[in-house]
C-alpha cells in the first residue's frame, strides 16, 4: 500500500488503548514484562509516547499482572514530541481473559464519538506514521488492521480473505493447515469506531482453545454485519514485534540503535562504528560531530560543531559546545535534562575524567585523567590536567589546578565553597579546606593545606619545615 497523502485526515476525537496486563512468563524476571527497559526506558512508556505523537485525546492503559508496579510507572512517562498531553488512566483486568476481554474493561473509559486506536505495551518501535496511515485507511469509520507478510508467520493470527475482502482472522492454535499456509498475518494492532467496538466485543465468545476472548473474533463479526474491514500492511517488522524473551529484548534494543545510529548518519554525524552506540535518551548534534565506539548517551545530550567525542564515554543531561573534544573513557552526568553539565567551546575533557551534577567548564577548559568534578565552575582556560578533585568551587580564568591537589569541601555535616581567583597556581599535593579563598594572581605551595584565605599575588606556603637528621638508621628486622 501506498503512503497516503495524511495532512488532510483529523486525527482529533482519538482514544489509544494500549494492552499491559500480561505476565511475561518467558521473561523469567519478576519486573512485569511492560516495564523491561528499552533504550533506557520501559517497554510501556514507548508505546505510551506513540500516543502523545498521535495528540491522542485520552490513554487507557489496561492492566493486569503486578498492575500497581506498572501504574507507578505512568507518571514518568514524559512526552517527547507532544503538543498536547492527553489523559492517562489504568484499568485493570482481573482475572485475564484475552485480549478481547481487555479491551472491553478499557471501553467504558473510552468516549462513544471516538477512534479506539488499540496497541500493545509490549510492541514498542511502531513509527508514528504507520499508525497515521492505519488510521487514514479507516477513514474514521471502518474497521483497519496493522498487517504484514513476515517469512515465517508462525505464532501470529492469519488474515482470511475471499478474493481483496477480509472474512476473519484465524488464531495459530485454532487455524487449518491451508490456514496456516496464509502469510499475510494481523499484527495486533487495529483502529475502529467505539461504538461499534463496544458492540462487537459485546458479542464476542471464549469458545476456541485457549478459552479466552479474542479481539480478534471481532472482524468475523464485523463482517457479519456488513461492515468494511480494511488493512494496511507493511513490509517493516521491526515496527511490530513484540517482546517475550530477553533475547527478543536485546534484538529489539538493537534495532531501535540501529534505528538511531541511521539518522545520525543520515544528518551528518560521523560514527566510527553504528552497530556501537547506544542512545537512551535524546542526542541532538551540530555539524561535524564525530563519535568514537561503545559511547553511551543518557537523558538529553547536545553536541555542538565540531565536536569529538572519544570511544568508550558516557554521558548524561550534557551540553558539549563547538570544538570541544571529549576523550575516552569520560563520564559526564547532569542531574537532570534541565540542569545539565555543561562543557565550553574548544575543551578538552579526558581520558578518564568525571564530570558530576553542577560541573561548569568554560572556554578551553583543560580536565584531564583521573580528575573530578561536582558543582563547581571553571572559567575560561582553567586547567586541571590530572589527578585532581574539584568540589564545590568557584574557579577563575587560568587557574593551573597541580596534580594530587583537591578542595576539601566537607567537613562531616555541611558542603563549603571554595573561591579560586584568576591567573592562580595551585601545587601539586595541596589541600584547600573550605571555606576558602584563594587571591587571584597568587601561588600556593606543593604539598601546603591551606586553611585561610589569601591575598592576591602572593606566595603562600603551609606546610612542615623540612628537617634532615644526620647519622638517622632505619630500623632492622631481629636476627633469628
Known amino acids: 500500500m501506498s503512503n497516503p497523502d495524511l495532512s488532510s485526515f483529523p486525527l482529533h476525537n482519538l482514544d489509544v488503548v494500549i494492552l499491559a496486563a500480561g505476565k511475561g512468563t518467558r521473561m523469567k524476571s519478576r519486573l512485569p514484562k511492560v516495564l523491561h527497559p528499552l533504550a533506557g526506558r520501559p517497554l510501556l512508556h514507548h508505546v505510551v509516547d506513540l500516543a502523545y505523537q498521535l495528540q491522542a485525546r485520552k490513554v487507557v492503559v489496561v492492566t493486569g499482572h503486578e498492575a500497581a508496579m506498572v501504574e507507578a510507572s505512568i507518571p514518568a512517562c514524559v512526552p517527547s514530541m507532544a503538543s498536547a498531553v492527553p489523559d492517562i488512566v489504568c484499568i485493570r483486568q482481573e482475572p485475564q481473559l484475552g ?42 469509520n471502518q474497521l483497519a488492521l496493522l498487517t504484514m507478510e513476515p517469512l515465517d508467520p508462525t505464532g501470529y ?38 461504538q461499534r467496538l463496544r458492540s462487537w466485543l459485546s458479542r464476542v465468545k471464549a469458545d476456541n482453545a485457549q478459552r479466552e476472548y479474542y479481539l480478534t473474533d471481532i472482524v468475523r463479526l464485523a463482517v457479519e454485519d456488513g461492515f468494511p474491514v480494511v488493512t494496511h500492511c507493511i513490509a517493516d517488522t521491526v515496527q511490530v514485534v513484540g517482546v517475550n524473551s530477553p533475547a527478543q529484548l536485546a534484538e529489539l534494543e538493537r534495532a ?47 553536541l555542538g560543531e565540531g565536536v569529538h567525542i572519544g570511544a568508550h564515554c558516557v554521558l548524561r543531561n550534557v551540553v558539549v559546545e563547538a570544538g570541544a573534544r571529549i576523550h575516552p573513557f569520560t563520564h559526564a552526568e547532569g542531574s537532570a535534562p534541565e540542569e545539565p553539565v555543561r562543557i565550553g567551546t574548544g575543551a578538552l575533557v579526558g581520558p578518564f575524567a568525571r564530570l558530576r551534577p553542577g ?14 568534578v561536582k558543582n ?10 590530572h589527578l ?76 612542615s619545615r623540612q628537617v634532615s637528621i644526620p647519622g638517622w638508621k632505619r630500623p632492622a628486622k631481629p636476627g633469628p
Do not use: W
Open 157 to 194: 493470527g492469519r488474515i482470511v480473505r475471499e478474493g481483496d475482502a477480509v472474512r476473519a482472522i484465524v488464531e495459530q492454535k485454532d487455524a487449518t493447515p491451508a490456514q496456516r499456509a496464509i502469510r499475510e498475518v494481523y499484527c495486533g494492532i487495529l483502529a475502529a469506531p467505539a
Open 388 to 463: 585532581a578533585y574539584v568540589g564545590d568551587a568557584t574557579v577563575g580564568e587560568r587557574v593551573n589546578f597541580g596534580a594530587g591537589s583537591i578542595t576539601a569541601n566537607y567537613d562531616g555535616v555541611r558542603k563549603h565553597h571554595t573561591h579560586i581567583g584568576a591567573d592562580v597556581h595551585i601545587g601539586s599535593n595541596c589541600v584547600l579546606i573550605a571555606p576558602v579563598t584563594i587571591g587571584a594572581g597568587g601561588t600556593i605551595g606543593a604539598g601546603s593545606t591551606v586553611t585561610r584565605d589569601t591575598p592576591n599575588g602572593t606566595l603562600t606556603v603551609a606546610r
Open 256 to 302: 531501535y540503535q540501529r534505528r538511531v545510529a541511521d539518522a545520525l548518519l543520515d544528518n551528518g554525524v560521523r560514527l566510527a562504528d553504528p552497530a556501537r552506540i547506544d542512545v537512551r535518551g535524546v542526542l541532538e548534534c551540530g555539524q561535524d560531530v564525530s563519535i568514537d565506539v561503545n559511547c553511551i548517551f543518557e537523558g538529553r545530550v547536545e
Open 99 to 140: 485480549t478481547g476481554h481487555a479491551v472491553m474493561q478499557a471501553l467504558p473509559a473510552c468516549g462513544d464519538d471516538t477512534m479506539v486506536l488499540v496497541l500493545c505495551g509490549d510492541v514498542p518501535l511502531t513509527l508514528p506514521g504507520t499508525l497515521q496511515a492505519l488510521l487514514h485507511a479507516s477513514q474514521g
Open 359 to 372: 560541573a561548569k567548564l568554560g572556554a578551553d577548559v583543560h580536565v584531564g585523567n583521573f580528575v573530578e
Open 376 to 385: 563547581s565552575t571553571l572559567a575560561e582556560g582553567a586547567k586541571a590536567n
